[in-house]
């Protein structure tokens, strides 16, 4: 049937392949496993549906669990075993999927022309009521197994082979995720003894890191059937003690198949470029859930899925994934530690349910983690100190950027996030029809205690804390100031001019803050400084030969060590999801797609044409799509009603 699929209990399917993610990292023969708390899935649950059935009808259970199927009428009741034909009288029947597994989560599917699996069952786990059940659009046919992601597989052969170091080099075209392909075309490679099983790749990516036997992140020994290595990141693959001619290598390609609904090209080419790369750089970091990197970490980070949703909405606008990377993310209640350990990664979790609302209407999601964001600020007002402010406890990571800040005592820029959160709390619950009036009570007392204890007039500008008297600026709260609506107009004026436009103030150096800082400047209307931002920031990362775009990038650090972070020889991930947003600014603000409306139905589109001589550009709207096409003297503006995958 039509919108059969398969069911378990909401949450546990996002929950088990988070984990499977989260502890795949490998790195120079060693597994690292994430350092947080993995959340459970349940073992045990029933699934549930009443039917006013009108004539008799058959359908079939199949399961991953042990268990039976439970059908009860007015007058009886009997069990059945999963995988037996069962077929029932007309009346009101009451279908009970009773599922236990140690393994993996539980999950169903039912195979009738009247009864089937679809999202109008219910699930329980014997300690809370029925909830809704779980379903992914992938997962739709009796012969599937929910535990088991199906990749969409490629083949890429090399663009070039060489020999250098006594052993062979493979080139791929871009970096991909892939499973390398090794096998020998003789009995040996370089002497009489030498056999397939001694053959080993070092994958990079980057030419100096698969060269580097001793520092490089990956090294495989083919499987012995598959010839094939794990998947992994991989752009350069170097054999030793081979020739080109005794070595056949390949690279298979594993990724989730998004359609493609966007594109862009304009009278730039640099950045038609960026986007480009920009593009293939989140595809790949863009699987079951948004990760961080695909060499390190492989992880499941709240604050580069954040900005992920930010890209996504004007790329891919595939709601699913945000869903399944925010039910990842939160995990079960009780809450005990922060999200990744990090308590402005908490905050960023609560923002982005919101946006998520915001870009897609997805109303049934929000009502679904709305209680779990009330006990995560729940869990927030436990550390509060005595002036209201969020700290951290003992092994919280207060992060907000890889930079020099004085993290002294509470953080300016982590009251910034906090108090967005309760005027994000105020908005879910009002869309929910609930009066909750106590957020934006709690909202203006924190706006109030943030102005009066890190407002520095001197200055013009937020300081970092105020516990240590250093004064200390920086550009991080500053942004969050105006990026939030915390600072008042003539705070905004003092800030540009005192922080954001002072060459005296620290750069930023990462692509994650940039993202922040890039925003706020296209909010205020400094449009010509984020273009050319763009141009030369992401532009040097390419002139560099960036085929993907890095976690971190300082045009003033050398060449000899560009890839190092971390104190990590080839530390540096060269392809971090925080790196694409050049799609949100050029689609949101050059491009001028602003929504006007929750779920991406109502919007405006009002291009900078200054900027360019020409350009066409497609980009999702709703289930629909917007064609902007301007050749320098004329804007055409078309929008197709339905999604038109290009």
């Known amino acids: 049937m039509e919108n059969t699929f398969w069911i378990w209990y909401p949450g546990d399917f996002e929950l088990y392949h988070a984990m499977k993610q989260n502890f795949s990292r490998v790195e120079r023969g060693f597994g690292w496993p994430a350092f947080w708390k993995s959340e459970g899935f349940r073992n045990r649950v029933a699934f549930r549906r009443i039917y006013e059935l009108e004539q008799e009808t058959s359908f079939t259970v199949f399961s991953n669990a042990i268990g039976h199927v439970l059908v009860t009428w007015e007058n009886g009741e009997k069990k059945y075993p999963f995988g037996k034909k069962i077929t029932v009288a007309p009346g009101k029947v009451r279908i009970s999927i009773h599922a236990g597994c140690v393994e993996a989560f539980p999950c169903a599917y039912v195979q009738g022309e009247v009864i089937y699996s679809d999202k109008t069952w219910q699930a329980e786990d014997y300690s809370q009521p029925l909830v809704p059940v779980g379903v992914c659009k992938y997962f739709t046919k009796p012969g599937q197994n929910p535990t088991v992601w199906e990749y969409t597989e490629k083949e890429c052969k090399p ?134 990197g695909v060499k390190r970490d492989k992880w499941i980070w709240s604050g580069d899925a954040y900005q992920s949703f930010f890209v996504n909405q004007y790329l891919l606008a595939d709601p699913d994934i945000d869903q399944r990377t925010l039910l990842a993310l939160r995990g079960n209640d009780p809450m005990t530690r922060h999200i990744n350990t990090i308590m402005d990664y908490s905050l960023f979790w609560i923002l982005g349910v919101l946006y998520h609302y915001e870009a897609y209407g997805d109303l049934e999601f929000v009502r679904q983690v709305y209680p779990k964001m009330c006990s995560l600020m729940e869990f927030c007002e436990g550390q509060l100190d005595e002036n209201g402010f969020l700290v951290g406890r003992e092994n919280d990571w207060i992060y907000i950027d890889w930079a020099d800040m004085d993290k002294t005592g509470a953080l300016c820029a982590e009251q910034m996030l906090f108090a967005a959160c309760w005027q994000t709390m105020a908005q879910v619950s009002e869309a929910l029809g609930e009066e909750n009036p106590e957020y934006m009570e709690k909202y203006e007392k924190l706006i109030g205690q943030i102005r009066k204890f890190y407002w520095d007039q001197e200055k013009g500008a937020f300081i970092d804390s105020f516990e240590s008297g250093k004064k200390n600026v920086t550009r991080h709260a500053n942004i969050f100031a105006i990026l939030f609506h915390i600072a008042t107009q003539e705070e905004q004026e003092k800030i540009l001019a005192n922080v954001i436009k002072n060459d005296a103030i620290p750069a930023i150096t990462t692509p994650y803050f940039n993202f922040f800082e890039l925003d706020m400047l296209c909010q205020t209307g400094e449009l010509e400084l984020v273009f050319n931002k763009i141009r030369d920031y992401w532009g040097g990362m390419l002139d560099r030969g960036a085929v993907t775009f890095w976690e971190e990038f300082d045009p003033e650090a050398p060449v000899e060590t560009q890839y190092d972070m971390y104190g990590d020889r080839f530390g540096k991930s060269l392809c971090h999801a925080w790196a694409a947003s050049p799609i949100y600014f050029l689609a949101k603000y050059f491009m001028g797609l602003k929504f006007t409306g929750v779920g991406g139905k109502e919007f405006v589109v009002e291009p900078h044409t200054e900027f360019f001589d020409s350009f066409d550009c497609t980009l999702p709207v709703a289930e629909g799509q917007v064609h902007i096409v301007w050749d320098g003297n004329e804007l055409k503006v078309e929008k197709t009603a339905h999604r038109l995958d290009l």
Do not use: M
């Open 159 to 292: 663009v070039k082979i060489s020999e250098i170091n006594g052993g062979v080099l493979a080139e791929f075209e871009t970096e991909l995720t892939a499973a390398v392909y090794v096998k020998s075309k003789r009995s040996n490679c370089v002497d009489s003894t030498s056999k397939d099983e001694d053959l080993e790749a070092f994958c990079g990516e980057s030419e100096d890191e698969a060269l580097d036997l001793e520092h490089c992140y990956y090294s495989w020994q083919p499987d012995p059937v598959t010839n094939r290595c794990p998947c992994c990141a991989v752009r350069f693959a170097f054999i030793p003690n081979c020739k080109a001619e005794d070595v056949e290598i390949t690279a298979f390609y594993q990724y989730v198949d998004f359609p493609k609904r966007a594109s862009f090209k304009c009278s730039d080419q640099k950045l038609n470029k960026i986007w480009e790369v920009a593009e293939h750089t989140f595809r790949l970091c863009s699987g079951i859930f948004f990760l961080d």
